[in-house]
T-cell receptor, first 112, second 116 residues
Framework: AQSVTQLDSQVPVFEEAPVELRCNYS??????LFWYVQYPNQGLQLLLK??????LVKGINGFEAEFNKSQTSFHLRKPSVHISDTAEYFC??????????FGTGTRLLVSP | DADVTQTPRNRITKTGKRIMLECSQT?????MYWYRQDPGLGLRLIYY???????NKGEISDGYSVSRQAQAKFSLSLESAIPNQTALYFC???????????????FGPGTRLTVT
C-alpha cells in the first residue's frame, strides 16, 4: 500500500527566509504526487502536482517541489516566505483507483 | 459561487443522534469523496463514489454511511453519533480537467462537527 511520510509536524521560520517541507512516499508503481495547503479555517487548496515530465514542478504562491524517484521524495520549497504563508501543508499520493493518501501535515509558522 | 459547497459549516450534536452532512458541486465532476481531518492525523478517506451507482468504502467507513443522490450531490450520514466522530469533515470532487487528467481533487470548505 502506498503511504506518505511528513516527518516535520511543525516548521518555524522567519519571514523572508527559505523553507523546505519534507515529504517521502512509498510506492512500488508510478506515482502522482501533490502538495495541498490549508489556511486557517479553510479547505484544502492545490499548490502543485507532479504527474509526469520535468521533475521540478512550480506551483502557486512561489512554491516549487522536486520529484526524486531514487530517494522517493517530493520536498516542497520556497526561497523566501511571507507571513501569509503560515498554514498547514499536506503531501499526498494517488493510489490505484485514484484515491488520495495524505501525509499527516506540516504546520508552517512564519514569524516577523 | 463556490464550486464545492458543504452544509452545515458547523454542527454540534449529542451522542446517539443521527446527523447528515451534505455536499454539492457545480464542477460537473463524476467522482466525489468524503474525508475526515483530525489533528496530527491528516485527512483520512471515509467513502468515495466514482459515479451515481458506484459507492466504495474508504479507510475509515465504520459508523458512517453515504448517499449519492445525483452526480452533483453526495451526503454523509452518522447514524448514531459518538464523541470520537468529532472532527472536521471535507467533501472533495475530481474529474477531467483541461489537461485531461482526472487526478486533482477539489475540496469544499469543510464542516466542523462536535459530538457531545
Amino acid at each position: 500500500a502506498q503511504s506518505v511520510t511528513q516527518l516535520d509536524s511543525q516548521v518555524p521560520v522567519f519571514e523572508e527566509a527559505p523553507v523546505e517541507l519534507r515529504c517521502n512516499y512509498s510506492s512500488s508503481v508510478s506515482v502522482y504526487l501533490f502538495w495541498y495547503v490549508q489556511y486557517p479555517n479553510q479547505g484544502l487548496q492545490l499548490l502543485l502536482k507532479y504527474l509526469s515530465g520535468s521533475t521540478l514542478v512550480k506551483g502557486i504562491n512561489g512554491f516549487e517541489a522536486e520529484f526524486n524517484k531514487s530517494q522517493t521524495s517530493f520536498h516542497l520549497r520556497k526561497p523566501s516566505v511571507h507571513i501569509s504563508d503560515t498554514a498547514e501543508y499536506f503531501c499526498a499520493v494517488i493510489t490505484g483507483f485514484q484515491k488520495l493518501v495524505f501525509g499527516t501535515g506540516t504546520r508552517l509558522l512564519v514569524s516577523p | 459561487d463556490a464550486d464545492v459547497t458543504q452544509t452545515p459549516r458547523n454542527r454540534i450534536t449529542k451522542t446517539g443522534k443521527r446527523i447528515m452532512l451534505e455536499c454539492s458541486q457545480t464542477k460537473g465532476h463524476d467522482r466525489m469523496y468524503w474525508y475526515r481531518q483530525d489533528p496530527g492525523l491528516g485527512l483520512r478517506l471515509i467513502y468515495y463514489s466514482f459515479d451515481v451507482k458506484d459507492i466504495n468504502k474508504g479507510e475509515i467507513s465504520d459508523g458512517y454511511s453515504v448517499s449519492r443522490q445525483a452526480q452533483a450531490k453526495f451526503s454523509l450520514s452518522l447514524e448514531s453519533a459518538i464523541p470520537n466522530q468529532t472532527a472536521l469533515y471535507f467533501c472533495a470532487t475530481s474529474g477531467k480537467d483541461r489537461e485531461g487528467s482526472s487526478y486533482e481533487q477539489y475540496f469544499g470548505p469543510g464542516t466542523r462537527l462536535t459530538v457531545t
